[in-house]
């Protein structure tokens, strides 16, 4: 086990390497520098610009910014924002707890609906019940979420003024932060109808960003199901005239979660994905519209570091589900 | 470290909220996300409204709604006979805010004067790279790096700038934001406690609203400062929520969950006018939005085919597609709020078919140009794709076929100044102080060819009127000078003239005492809040 | 499209059973009758359509649709801000979906299935640096590596394409490589082998034939997950550029009238999920009648 480990370790750090190549050869690469956007429509002198330019480090040679910005990595620096001068790591840590809240409500939901779903549609195979959820299924996972978002926020916001616009919480409430999660903080706060503030403000979001996770996971589950239930064991255990629940509630549906767990976890990027497009129709203040935000703003550093610390995210994700995955599946360790 | 910060910040808080129960609030929907909160630092109005102008004073202070100035932090000043000594007497007894970060122990004074300018150019100021990257973007855009010779304190409460060389725009330039007095003990402290970024973070001054906390990319607080100067104001707790979608901002509005709000979409206007519980303020906004011709290039270097592409464009339709009419047609470089604006010009009337026979007698057929189309939406040009797309309708109608090009913003702004430039640009300008020369010499003087100058326009007869202009302190002098150098501009048509949008401040009835400021500021000092 | 590929590459024998697998799926008969309506639009659109996409209508801004009140049926489905027709924009945008889509299949799968096939052949330091690079690329969220890199290119619907391609052509790869691997040790190829095939003979007409089952699933998979992303990226305004009437674009555009007119919002939207839709139930069809364990089942 411990190998298995060390294997999977020693994988992420070239990995994260060439991550970092990547995200650092890809913002020289952008068209126009971020010193000319300081000034607008002013135009600077050249004498200003190189002055701005050797400021910030850019007129220095491509491999000495980059081993410059290696070195800073190491010790956790990555970089400040071009525009607000913040550090990029500072930004990503304050902003992070929100897409998180987010993405772990929006895959709750897709859990628990997907998977009873899936199950059910499996067990009903071939009645209207199984063709109605799997077409809700293949709909949602054939939504563009951007505008379903929109719809939602005609609806629900515009038409029957039920769901606040954009944003985590009404602005009557303050609280200092202390777990970033404005669930739990409001909570903690104690102060009167901030939960459910919070609540109604998470509710849209969520909704749309779970929207394919769920589809997926609905089509996942009830093909595990299918192919499980067809397996010798069920049969017996069956034939053996066990009550149907128990069949599918313990033998099916414990076999079944194999390939589920994996697909959840394989969310996680599409989770990020939408993010960035729910967050932007939301005014969602997290990583995902901040990176949009930041890549409209042509701020280098912020794009640049983002990538990377989304990157990392993902892989730590990916290495964990594929730990626990070695974990209950003792066979892929090899 | 930082965690305790926000701790102790937090605990505070929730001493603020306790009392929240009967304070009044005054929500402001704001369009972004502020840059810091050194407003010397930043360049962009949002930052401005959302550091300099609540928690800061300047020695002077522009009048609400207006470009005149009045005394802020210096009582009274005096200017040498040469023009080059300005002596500015502080007013005395001025409180610092209390914070639960930091706990002023004297008032203001000329330390404060003096750290909050120097540090902007002295590079052996500790302060001058206090963050990565720190560059004084104002300053160095308004000349003072060559302007400043030295600023002395004559004593605790009297100030004196020495300048290199006369400049009547001075005592203006220093009600601007990065001209923000900054408390040089709190200063002196984060330096001491190596904690210098939280200078921008932060924020300490003399104004109106005490900083509370920033959540990032959600909300600003700030709450009234009881101590002010000039009195506690009517509210006692002010924030921004940073809401980026203008049509979200509408919604939040006419739902009640903001007060006022900044640049609407120009669709959502007429809903937002017909909406019983708001108000809508416009204003014409100091700018102006045009298509400038590259004059160096055949054959727009010849005036009848600027004149006959002028005519040729239908410039009300795009006020009306792209601003739904919060906007005015221009006809003259310069807006009609600015003194000296010429109303007797006549503009290029919309005519087809004389625009087609016109460039037909200038000899040019079958004519294709680029029209450049700027990425953004700006004050002055919502949407200049839109605008460039009914442009080239327009265009096609007098047979000349106009492909629309588009570079990315910096790339665009680049590109766009080139002397042998392709094409076209659409482009705008707001005014930095109110000036006309601020518009004319900026954008059409010789100087500025290759330059700020997009239609690479050097007219001599032109150029002679605004040096003349620039000399001359007389300001009925300077008007006369002014409009004959509309009429030539005119006649020479380097530009198309396109628009001057209004600003539009929609506000919640409830709401008094605000006042539009012709510098597109945002400023909630004096603003109530009715229950 | 799809279809005509997927009859090519079957063996005549199966065709016929092929065929009866997949007219058994309603949803996937039901998807491809859509998916070819909409192909025929797109096709056609220059007869079909009831205006120029690119005509403005100066006096009729912002019409609503027909049944609403102040429509006309004129513009069946109003007109956006500067008075173009919603429909004849749709019916045009089609073809842009479409050819979206087929040109980051077709290059995702060249691409992918030659990367694939070179890694699964040969294996070793080839094998391992080129699954590396994939990591690397699949180490991203697909969207926002498509951003980045459009931002880097320039926004554009040609740029747009080539990222999505670039996002998408790790799936291929890992595919093409594991069906090779497993192909490569079966008694069929170790004879031709044997019999002294070259390499090249060995890969392309050996090996890769017998790989096209799970590729032409996830070619169908790819073909919406492109249509859905170059719209996503529209959206975001980093895809194709006005005046295009591509319909993330539309979309995007359409934003700021929101509360006003929600016609120009609905109906881009709707026409990307129902093509999207259409071409899913096809791709759903297609595994269950070329991928044998399910047709089992």
Same mark, same amino acid.
């Given at each position: 086990?411990?190998?298995?480990?060390?294997?999977?370790?020693?994988?992420?750090?070239?990995?994260?390497?060439?991550?970092?190549?990547?995200?650092?050869?890809?913002?020289?690469?952008?068209?126009?520098?971020?010193?000319?956007?300081?000034?607008?429509?002013?135009?600077?002198?050249?004498?200003?610009?190189?002055?701005?330019?050797?400021?910030?480090?850019?007129?220095?040679?491509?491999?000495?910014?980059?081993?410059?910005?290696?070195?800073?990595?190491?010790?956790?620096?990555?970089?400040?924002?071009?525009?607000?001068?913040?550090?990029?790591?500072?930004?990503?840590?304050?902003?992070?707890?929100?897409?998180?809240?987010l993405?772990?409500c929006a895959?709750?939901?897709?859990?628990?609906?997907?998977?009873?779903?899936?199950?059910?549609?499996?067990?009903?195979?071939?009645?209207?019940?199984?063709?109605?959820?799997?077409?809700?299924?293949?709909?949602?996972?054939?939504m563009?979420i951007f505008w379903w978002g929109l719809l939602l926020i005609i609806f629900f916001s515009g038409y029957l003024g039920w769901t606040p616009v954009s944003g985590r919480i009404s602005l009557l409430y303050?609280?200092?932060?202390?777990?970033?999660?404005m669930?739990?903080?409001?909570?903690?706060?104690?102060?009167?109808?901030?939960?459910k503030s919070a609540l109604t403000y998470l509710i849209l979001p969520t909704v749309v960003l779970a929207t394919?996770?769920?589809?997926?996971?609905?089509?996942?589950?009830?093909?595990?199901?299918?192919?499980?239930?067809?397996?010798?064991?069920?049969?017996?255990?069956?034939?053996?005239?066990?009550?149907?629940?128990?069949?599918?509630?313990?033998?099916?549906?414990?076999?079944?979660?194999?390939?589920?767990?994996?697909?959840?976890?394989?969310?996680?990027?599409?989770?990020?994905?939408?993010?960035?497009l729910t967050e932007t129709i939301f005014s969602w203040p997290?990583?995902?519209k901040?990176?949009?935000?930041?890549?409209?703003?042509?701020?280098?550093?912020?794009?640049?570091?983002?990538?990377?610390?989304?990157?990392?995210?993902?892989?730590?994700?990916?290495?964990?589900?594929?730990?626990?995955?070695?974990?209950?599946?003792?066979?892929?360790?090899? | 470290?930082?965690?305790?910060?926000?701790?102790?910040?937090?605990?505070?808080?929730?001493?603020?909220?306790?009392?929240?129960?009967?304070?009044?609030?005054?929500v402001?929907c704001?369009?972004?996300?502020?840059?810091?909160?050194?407003?010397?630092?930043?360049?962009?109005?949002?930052?401005?409204?959302?550091?300099?102008?609540?928690?800061?004073?300047?020695?002077?202070?522009?009048?609400?709604?207006?470009?005149?100035?009045?005394?802020?932090?210096?009582?009274?000043?005096?200017?040498?006979?040469?023009?080059?000594?300005?002596?500015?007497?502080?007013?005395?007894?001025?409180?610092?805010?209390?914070? =639960?970060?930091?706990?002023?122990?004297?008032?203001?004074?000329?330390? =404060?004067?003096?750290?909050?300018?120097?540090?902007?150019?002295?590079?052996?100021?500790?302060?001058?790279?206090?963050?990565?990257?720190?560059?004084?973007?104002?300053?160095?855009?308004?000349?003072?790096?060559?302007?400043?010779?030295?600023?002395?304190?004559?004593?605790?409460?009297?100030?004196?700038?020495?300048?290199?060389?006369?400049?009547?725009?001075?005592?203006?330039?220093?009600?601007?934001?990065?001209?923000?007095?900054?408390?040089?003990?709190?200063?002196?402290?984060?330096?001491?406690?190596?904690?210098?970024?939280?200078?921008?973070?932060?924020?300490?001054?003399?104004?109106?609203?005490?900083?509370?906390?920033?959540?990032?990319?959600a909300?600003?607080?700030?709450?009234?400062?009881? =101590?002010?100067?000039?009195?506690?104001?009517?509210?006692?707790?002010?924030?921004?929520a940073i809401t980026t979608d203008a049509a979200v901002r509408a919604q939040k509005l006419k739902a009640g969950e903001c007060?006022?709000m900044?640049?609407p979409n120009?669709a959502d206007?007429?809903d937002l006018?017909?909406d019983?519980n708001l108000?809508?303020?416009?204003?014409?906004?100091?700018?102006?939005?045009?298509?400038?011709?590259?004059?160096?290039?055949?054959?727009?270097?010849?005036?009848?085919?600027?004149?006959?592409?002028?005519?040729?464009?239908?410039?009300?339709?795009?006020?009306?597609?792209?601003?739904?009419?919060?906007?005015?047609?221009?006809?003259?470089?310069?807006?009609?709020?600015?003194?000296?604006?010429?109303?007797?010009?006549?503009?290029?009337?919309?005519?087809?078919?004389?625009?087609?026979?016109?460039?037909?007698?200038?000899?040019?057929?079958?004519?294709?140009?680029?029209?450049?189309?700027?990425?953004?939406?700006?004050?002055?040009?919502?949407?200049?794709?839109?605008?460039?797309?009914?442009?080239?309708?327009?265009?096609?109608?007098?047979?000349?076929?106009?492909?629309?090009?588009?570079?990315?913003?910096?790339?665009?702004?680049?590109?766009?100044?080139?002397?042998?430039? =392709?094409?076209?640009?659409?482009?705008?300008?707001?005014?930095?102080?109110?000036?006309?020369?601020?518009?004319?010499?900026?954008?059409?003087?010789?100087?500025?060819?290759?330059?700020?100058?997009?239609?690479?326009?050097?007219?001599?007869?032109?150029?002679?009127?605004?040096?003349?202009?620039?000399?001359?302190?007389?300001?009925?002098?300077?008007?006369?000078?002014?409009?004959?150098?509309?009429?030539?501009?005119?006649?020479?048509?380097?530009?198309?003239?396109?628009?001057?949008?209004?600003?539009?401040?929609p506000?919640s009835?409830?709401?008094?005492?605000?006042?539009?400021?012709?510098?597109?500021?945002?400023?909630?000092?004096?603003?109530?809040?009715?229950? | 499209?799809?279809?005509?590929?997927?009859?090519?590459?079957?063996?005549?024998?199966?065709?016929?059973?092929?065929?009866?697998?997949?007219?058994?799926?309603?949803?996937?008969?039901?998807?491809?009758?859509?998916?070819?309506?909409?192909?025929?639009?797109?096709?056609?659109?220059?007869?079909?359509?009831?205006?120029?996409?690119?005509?403005?209508?100066?006096?009729?801004?912002?019409?609503?649709?027909?049944?609403?009140?102040?429509?006309?049926?004129?513009?069946?489905?109003?007109?956006?801000?500067?008075?173009?027709?919603?429909?004849?924009?749709?019916?045009?945008?089609?073809?842009?979906?479409?050819?979206?889509?087929?040109?980051?299949?077709?290059?995702?799968?060249?691409?992918?299935?030659?990367?694939?096939?070179?890694?699964?052949?040969?294996?070793?330091?080839?094998?391992?640096?080129?699954?590396?690079?994939?990591?690397?690329?699949?180490?991203?969220?697909?969207?926002?590596?498509?951003?980045?890199?459009?931002?880097?290119?320039?926004?554009?619907?040609?740029?747009?394409?080539?990222?999505?391609?670039?996002?998408?052509?790790?799936?291929?790869?890992?595919?093409?490589?594991?069906?090779?691997?497993?192909?490569?040790?079966?008694?069929?190829?170790?004879?031709?082998?044997?019999?002294?095939?070259?390499?090249?003979?060995?890969?392309?007409?050996?090996?890769?034939?017998?790989?096209?089952?799970?590729?032409?699933?996830?070619?169908?998979?790819?073909?919406?997950?492109?249509?859905?992303?170059?719209?996503?990226?529209?959206f975001?305004?980093?895809?194709?550029?006005?005046?295009?009437?591509?319909?993330?674009?539309?979309l995007?555009?359409a934003r700021e009238f929101i509360q006003r007119a929600w016609w120009v919002v609905t109906?881009?939207g709707?026409?990307?999920?129902?093509?999207?839709?259409?071409?899913?139930?096809?791709?759903?069809?297609?595994?269950?009648?070329?991928?044998?364990?399910?047709?089992?089942?």
């Amino acid at each position: 086990m411990l190998r298995f480990i060390f294997g999977r370790l020693a994988v992420l750090i070239p990995t994260f390497i060439g991550v970092s190549i990547i995200a650092f050869s890809f913002i020289r690469l952008l068209p126009g520098d971020p010193v000319m956007l300081m000034s607008g429509e002013r135009v600077m002198s050249p004498e200003r610009h190189a002055e701005l330019m050797h400021q910030l480090g850019l007129d220095r040679p491509i491999y000495v910014q980059y081993l410059d910005y290696l070195a800073g990595l190491v010790t956790g620096d990555f970089g400040s924002s071009i525009v607000t001068k913040r550090p990029v790591l500072e930004d990503f840590l304050n902003l992070f707890p929100a897409t998180l809240e987010l993405s772990l409500c929006a895959i709750l939901v897709a859990v628990c609906l997907g998977i009873p779903a899936g199950v059910l549609a499996a067990v009903k195979r071939g009645t209207w019940l199984d063709q109605s959820i799997m077409g809700a299924a293949l709909v949602g996972y054939s939504m563009p979420i951007f505008w379903w978002g929109l719809l939602l926020i005609i609806f629900f916001s515009g038409y029957l003024g039920w769901t606040p616009v954009s944003g985590r919480i009404s602005l009557l409430y303050f609280f200092p932060s202390v777990t970033g999660f404005m669930l739990i903080d409001s909570l903690i706060s104690g102060q009167a109808g901030a939960f459910k503030s919070a609540l109604t403000y998470l509710i849209l979001p969520t909704v749309v960003l779970a929207t394919i996770p769920l589809a997926v996971i609905a089509r996942q589950t009830r093909s595990a199901m299918l192919e499980v239930l067809g397996e010798d064991y069920v049969r017996t255990a069956r034939a053996k005239g066990l009550s149907p629940l128990r069949v599918v509630g313990i033998h099916a549906l414990r076999n079944a979660m194999i390939p589920v767990i994996t697909t959840i976890g394989l969310q996680v990027g599409v989770l990020l994905a939408g993010a960035i497009l729910t967050e932007t129709i939301f005014s969602w203040p997290g990583i995902g519209k901040w990176m949009v935000d930041s890549v409209f703003k042509r701020d280098y550093a912020v794009v640049q570091g983002g990538l990377m610390l989304i990157a990392a995210v993902i892989m730590i994700v990916n290495l964990v589900v594929d730990l626990l995955y070695g974990l209950v599946n003792p066979r892929i360790r090899r | 470290m930082k965690k305790l910060t926000t701790l102790l910040a937090a605990t505070a808080l929730v001493s603020v909220m306790a009392s929240a129960a009967w304070s009044k609030t005054l929500v402001y929907c704001s369009e972004g996300s502020p840059e810091g909160f050194d407003p010397a630092l930043y360049t962009a109005g949002t930052t401005f409204d959302a550091a300099s102008r609540t928690v800061y004073n300047r020695l002077v202070e522009f009048k609400h709604g207006s470009t005149e100035l009045e005394p802020g932090l210096a009582e009274s000043w005096d200017v040498s006979a040469d023009g080059k000594e300005y002596t500015f007497k502080l007013r005395s007894g001025v409180k610092f805010q209390s914070t =639960d970060y930091f706990t002023p122990s004297r008032d203001f004074n000329a330390d =404060d004067v003096i750290f909050s300018f120097e540090r902007q150019y002295k590079e052996d100021n500790a302060w001058n790279k206090y963050v990565a990257g720190a560059s004084w973007e104002y300053f160095a855009g308004m000349g003072f790096p060559d302007l400043i010779e030295k600023i002395e304190k004559v004593d605790d409460l009297t100030v004196k700038f020495v300048l290199k060389r006369p400049e009547a725009p001075f005592l203006a330039n220093l009600g601007m934001d990065f001209a923000s007095i900054l408390s040089k003990e709190y200063a002196d402290k984060l330096q001491a406690d190596g904690k210098m970024e939280l200078m921008n973070q932060q924020p300490l001054g003399t104004g109106p609203f005490t900083f509370v906390a920033y959540q990032t990319d959600a909300a600003i607080r700030y709450k009234a400062n009881a =101590d002010y100067w000039g009195g506690k104001q009517p509210v006692d707790d002010l924030v921004f929520a940073i809401t980026t979608d203008a049509a979200v901002r509408a919604q939040k509005l006419k739902a009640g969950e903001c007060h006022i709000m900044p640049y609407p979409n120009a669709a959502d206007v007429p809903d937002l006018k017909a909406d019983p519980n708001l108000t809508v303020l416009e204003q014409e906004g100091l700018n102006v939005a045009y298509l400038a011709y590259n004059t160096l290039v055949a054959p727009f270097d010849k005036v009848e085919v600027r004149k006959a592409l002028n005519m040729a464009v239908n410039k009300q339709a795009i006020v009306d597609a792209v601003f739904q009419g919060s906007a005015t047609v221009a006809k003259n470089p310069i807006p009609p709020t600015m003194w000296s604006y010429n109303d007797a010009v006549e503009d290029d009337k919309y005519d087809p078919e004389a625009a087609k026979t016109m460039l037909e007698e200038a000899g040019v057929s079958g004519l294709k140009m680029k029209v450049w189309a700027m990425p953004v939406a700006r004050p002055y040009m919502l949407n200049a794709r839109r605008a460039a797309e009914l442009i080239q309708a327009d265009l096609a109608k007098i047979g000349v076929e106009v492909e629309i090009v588009s570079y990315e913003w910096a790339e665009y702004l680049k590109l766009s100044s080139d002397k042998a430039r =392709d094409g076209a640009v659409i482009l705008g300008w707001t005014g930095d102080n109110g000036d006309p020369d601020n518009f004319l010499d900026t954008l059409l003087g010789c100087d500025a060819v290759g330059g700020n100058n997009r239609a690479q326009w050097c007219n001599e007869e032109f150029d002679t009127l605004m040096t003349k202009a620039k000399e001359t302190a007389d300001v009925a002098e300077r008007t006369k000078l002014y409009e004959e150098a509309q009429v030539i501009f005119k006649r020479e048509a380097p530009w198309n003239t396109l628009d001057h949008s209004l600003v539009v401040v929609p506000m919640s009835k409830k709401v008094s005492g605000f006042v539009q400021d012709p510098l597109g500021i945002h400023r909630f000092d004096g603003v109530d809040i009715a229950e | 499209m799809t279809v005509v590929e997927t009859k090519a590459s079957a063996p005549p024998s199966g065709l016929s059973e092929f065929w009866f697998y997949f007219s058994r799926n309603k949803g996937a008969v039901i998807g491809l009758v859509v998916f070819l309506a909409i192909l025929l639009l797109a096709v056609f659109a220059p007869l079909v359509a009831p205006h120029s996409p690119s005509i403005q209508n100066r006096e009729l801004l912002l019409l609503p649709p027909a049944w609403q009140e102040g429509g006309t049926w004129g513009h069946v489905l109003g007109t956006d801000a500067v008075g173009r027709d919603i429909l004849s924009r749709l019916i045009y945008g089609a073809r842009f979906s479409l050819f979206i889509g087929l040109v980051v299949v077709t290059l995702s799968v060249i691409s992918g299935v030659l990367i694939g096939l070179v890694a699964g052949y040969f294996r070793g330091r080839v094998d391992t640096f080129i699954m590396r690079i994939m990591d690397i690329i699949l180490a991203f969220p697909s969207l926002l590596l498509a951003l980045v890199l459009v931002a880097v290119l320039g926004p554009g619907l040609l740029n747009a394409m080539i990222a999505i391609s670039l996002v998408n052509q790790p799936h291929f790869v890992r595919l093409t490589r594991a069906a090779v691997m497993t192909e490569k040790s079966k008694d069929y190829v170790v004879g031709s082998q044997v019999a002294g095939a070259g390499t090249l003979r060995l890969m392309f007409l050996t090996i890769l034939p017998n790989c096209l089952a799970p590729l032409i699933v996830q070619a169908t998979l790819a073909f919406s997950a492109a249509i859905l992303d170059a719209a996503a990226l529209g959206f975001l305004g980093m895809g194709a550029q006005p005046p295009t009437p591509e319909w993330g674009t539309m979309l995007a555009e359409a934003r700021e009238f929101i509360q006003r007119a929600w016609w120009v919002v609905t109906f881009p939207g709707l026409a990307i999920l129902v093509t999207v839709l259409a071409i899913n139930l096809m791709g759903d069809g297609l595994r269950d009648a070329l991928d044998p364990k399910l047709k089992r089942s």
